[in-house]
């Protein structure tokens, strides 16, 4: 059965102008205390309130009717069901600008970070929130997405690279190139090589001049946990405002790694591997892997699941940015080379070391639809 969903206020005001019931309705995280004297007139069947704030008469009109009320623990500093992704500055609430320490003991992200580490896993309500919340931003990341008509390019790699390191300039300027290239970016959300495919794209109005300059000023605090690692992304962000949209996908399972401040929506999830298989598979465009270790060569070979086995319907471009960190250092790419002989996306890999062979690759391999070879 479809339900109609009310997530925003538009949403109901324009529903309450035209109907005079609520019948296969699922309304979700709105204060419907003001609309007590409508809705209590209203037929309510077969509706579904979540996580929905109430009067004790609204409460008792709606259960009265047959109808089904999820409330949201006051408790939890996160809203479970939440319908909309999260602000980077959403995130930082709570965060006293130049205090590098204050994130960590005042920001919502660490809040919710805190609630979840001490949380404990056989406690069936705290776990139920955590999935209601998880559901919450897949059904917000599914209607985000609807909304690009732009292929994704997925941008990998470690959360551990420098800002100082060529490699993370490197990968910047690569997202702001296929920004400007109409492709839509999307990372894990996190420090590193995913901070520096958000900040491409969030400069994706300004020159690469201009980008030079934002990674100057971030170069002076080169990890996360440097002090002032927050203070640089805020000031590039008032030196250089943007409504450049991207995409990160970060977790609260690495939760120590804050999320950075370039993507403009972040997906955020408690559960780490509905969030990696998620972004893998929203990537239709490609997926380009800079230099990373466990955590990125996790993600290629769940790529190469995907494309091997067609999970998802079809087969796209697996990029590896550095011959010799790929060949090398972690030799993942021979392997890959191996495994995908004779299937469709083995002419899909690629491997260079320069943008502009990236790119080309990207426009001149794009997604198939997957041909099942039993």
Known sequence: MAFYEIENQDQLLAYL????????????????????????KFAIQNAYFLGCKLTPSLALHIQTEGSVILPAPKELPYHPFRGTLYHPLELMTGYVRGKHSSFETHSLDSKIYGHYKESDVSNVIVTLYQRIHDHAI????????????????GMMGG??????????????HLAHTLHQNQYFIASGGGPGAMEAANLGAYMGKYSETDLDKALSILEDAPTYRDNGWFETALQVRDQFPSEEESLGVPTWFYGHEPSNLFASHHAKYFANSIREDGLLALSEGGIVYAPGSAGTIQEIFQDACQN???????????????????????????????????????KMLGIFDDNAHILEFLKSNPMEPFKSQL
């Open 17 to 40: 102008n035209n109907h005079d019931h609520l019948v296969d309705v699922a309304i979700q995280g709105l204060d419907l205390r003001p609309f007590e004297t409508q809705l209590c």
């Open 138 to 153: 897949d059904d917000a990341l599914q209607s985000y997405m609807a909304d690009r008509r732009n292929l994704t390019v």
């Open 159 to 172: 959360h551990s690279l420098n800002r100082s390191d060529p490699r993370f300039r490197q990968v910047a």
């Open 308 to 346: 091997h086995y067609g999970t998802i319907g079809s087969v796209s471009p697996m990029i590896f940015m550095d011959c010799t960190y790929w060949t090398k250092h972690k030799p993942v790419y021979p392997l890959l080379r191996e495994l995908s002989k004779s299937r469709q996306y083995g």
